[in-house]
């Protein structure tokens, strides 16, 4: 399911400047857009709410020096991005607590439970946080926002060369991790 | 399916994945109701632009109050540290509003206490117990003193300007941003607040502290041990309701308003 639609690309422009951007519009049109692309990374609602103001706040506060030419995929790419960093945080957090804590803060996907839906969404955003930031986004705007590689290469500044070397980088990392934790549960039920 | 143009054998083990993912998407109820509380949160940001994003949390209005919370938190500026902070920094840039009982002891003997209290619209209220409160409204750039054993008050205006520029110079929650290091974690927990606190011991700057924290991250308490026997503790509570009079720049009717330039500290 791709977020992106031919109507995204008017961009809501009151003035001239790029600093004159009607935020309210861009809210109304992609405000629930830009939620669900939170989501899909977090798994959190609360989280991805936060996430969600925080984009439109930062662009009343830094709006983008250069226009934009499809807002839906820009917000879209703001959110994703902010709600990898939150999620590689709390990881973190939990690495830094150790096992007895991390436990308690954000279970990880137990061996041995079944391997329904909800386990699978838990482990790849598990696999996620856990592998190098820009392969988790170059993974996520791809695979979650549906951008094309050209997209996700000006969004991050990198040839669409590198776009595609880090894809293929993020999807075997995953692949490899996703296969451990399944290797584990495997392990546990037998 | 999106990820089509990545190579099919690759992609193929891990399709479920995605799609247990996708397929997880937020309800329309919930999408609804972040878009109505993004509209509210926009509408506070535009009428209040000190308002603004988490990060930019006590701005202007911090620093004022920096000389007082610096000795205690400047820690995080030295070589080495506490990872910890890391994380708990996000309390810090993202609350509603955030009180912080401090108070320093020495010997065991408590000699200074304060009360700090910051609203989401970057007001603070400092209390030094009966001595002095200050009151600091950078959307007024208005600061209010209050000695209250003289029944003195002032109002200082604080410095023209961008506010949350001016106070780039000042603002330690920066230099805890750029923080990294390691922190140890504590065997014991403890209960402070009446919540199960998990501790961090680490040396910084050659004070050894501990923070308290939830099991969720959440600061509860900061406790440093310094030179000479001082001890400082500052005791965190986020999202509270304040009362909105804490916050007035109103010259209580009691009080005799003194004009600025007698107005740089507690009076005699």
Not at chain 1, 101 to 117: K, T, Y
Not at chain 2, 2 to 24: F, G, H, M, W
Request: charged share 25%; proline share 5%; net charge negative.
């Amino acid at each position: 399911m791709h977020l992106l639609s031919a109507s995204d690309s008017s961009p809501p422009m009151t003035g001239n400047a790029a600093t004159k951007i009607d935020i309210d519009a861009l809210a109304i049109a992609h405000g629930r857009a830009v939620f669900r692309a939170a989501f899909r990374v977090i798994g959190d609602r609360a989280q991805a709410e936060d996430i969600q103001q925080n984009v439109f706040v930062r662009l009343i506060e830094k709006p983008p020096r250069q226009p934009i030419e499809n807002w839906k995929s820009y917000l879209c790419a703001m959110s994703t991005r902010a709600a990898i960093d939150e999620l590689r945080r709390s990881q973190r957090w939990q690495r830094l607590t150790g096992p007895r804590l991390a436990s308690r803060v954000s279970p990880e996907p137990q061996p041995g439970a079944a391997l329904d839906d909800q386990y699978r969404a838990q482990s790849l955003r598990l696999v996620l946080g856990r592998i190098p930031r820009r392969q988790a986004e170059c993974f996520a705007l791809r695979v979650f926002d549906g951008l094309e590689l050209a997209e996700i290469a000006e969004l991050l500044s990198i040839s669409s060369n590198a776009v595609s070397v880090t894809l293929n980088r993020a999807v075997n990392a995953i692949r490899d991790r996703i296969a451990a934790i399944e290797s584990r549960a495997q392990e546990t039920r037998s | 399916m999106n990820s089509q143009t990545i190579k099919q054998t690759s992609t193929e083990p891990l399709r479920k994945y995605i799609n247990a993912v996708i397929e997880q998407d937020p309800e329309a109820a919930h999408a609804d109701s972040a878009q109505r509380k993004l509209v509210a949160r926009l509408d506070r940001a535009r009428t209040d632009p000190g308002n603004g994003m988490a990060g930019r949390r006590w701005g202007w209005a911090t620093a004022a109050v920096a000389a007082v919370l610096l000795p205690a938190l400047l820690w995080t500026s030295g070589p080495g540290g506490a990872l910890a902070f890391a994380e708990v920094q996000r309390y810090f840039s993202d609350f509603e509003t955030l009180t912080t009982q401090m108070t320093t002891r020495v010997g065991g003997n408590p000699v200074v206490e304060m009360t700090i209290r910051i609203d989401d619209r970057d007001r603070v209220r400092l209390d030094s117990g009966s001595s002095f409160s200050y009151v600091i409204d950078p959307g007024q750039s208005m600061m209010l003193q209050l000695f209250h054993p003289q029944k003195r008050a002032a109002l200082v205006p604080l410095a023209e300007g961008n506010p949350v520029e001016e106070a780039d110079d000042l603002d330690w929650l920066a230099e805890i941003r750029a923080f990294q290091g390691q922190a140890e974690l504590l065997e014991q927990t403890a209960v402070i607040q009446g919540q199960e606190a998990f501790g961090f011991s680490l040396n910084a700057g050659g004070m050894d502290m501990t923070l308290w924290a939830t099991e969720s991250g959440e600061p509860l308490s900061l406790q440093m041990a310094g030179p000479g026997g001082v001890e400082t503790r500052m005791d965190f509570a986020f999202d509270r309701p304040l009362d909105e009079k804490a916050f007035s720049l109103a010259v209580p009717a009691d009080y005799r308003l003194l004009d600025s330039a007698g107005a740089d500290g507690p009076l005699d």
